[in-house]
């Protein structure tokens, strides 16, 4: 099945808003708490920062805001949400503040009933292509309880470079992560 991974368009908000609110109860619920997840939802993924960062994002070379759109057999009714339709994943991008040469992705996921689908893989193949010519790697962090984020960055090829503390909650550590971009 063939899925379109674009450019999002501040038309992609809500979408994008639910599928990170879906992506975290189901991956941080246990670590964190629902409660937590929603707050750091409704903080994180607010309607109006989630506008801007689309906005700053399709006006720049160096960052890109990416949604990957279900294919023909992902559209079925009795399958799929309204927001589901337009967007299965998300992946976000912007410039390590420390180093010009590094991309930092900010946000990466993927509605969770689409986990394992290819989607994500599709998202980070795109970022790729797009960035190349302005990084020479991607940088990102993980929670270090989250399995699920810990084996997809593994399986694409990422090396973990370190272990910090998150400023997420108490006691919670992130691995941070790093891959070349292939030119």
């Not at 246990?30 to 506008?51: F, N, S």
């Amino acid at each position: 099945m063939t899925r379109a991974v674009r450019r999002a368009t501040t038309d992609d908000v809500w979408a994008v808003h639910e599928t990170a609110r879906e992506s975290w109860h189901a991956a941080y619920d246990e670590i964190i708490g629902p409660e937590t997840v929603d707050d750091v939802v409704d903080d994180w993924y607010a309607i109006g920062d989630l506008e801007s960062s689309i906005s700053d994002a399709s006006d720049r070379d160096d960052a890109a805001f990416l949604v990957v759109e279900p294919g023909p057999s992902d559209r079925e009714p009795e399958t799929c949400s309204d927001f589901e339709r337009g967007c299965l994943g998300f992946a976000h991008v912007v410039p390590w503040p420390e180093n010009a040469a590094v991309a930092y992705l900010a946000r990466l996921y993927v509605r969770p009933e689409r986990w394992g689908s290819g989607a994500g893989t599709r998202l980070l193949e795109r970022l790729e292509a797009e960035l190349g010519a302005s990084f020479d790697r991607i940088r990102l962090s993980v929670l270090v309880d989250n399995d699920i984020g810990v084996s997809f960055y593994e399986s694409a090829g990422f090396e973990r470079v370190g272990t910090r503390e998150t400023g997420l909650a108490s006691g919670l550590e992130e691995y941070v992560y790093e891959k070349p971009i292939s030119q």
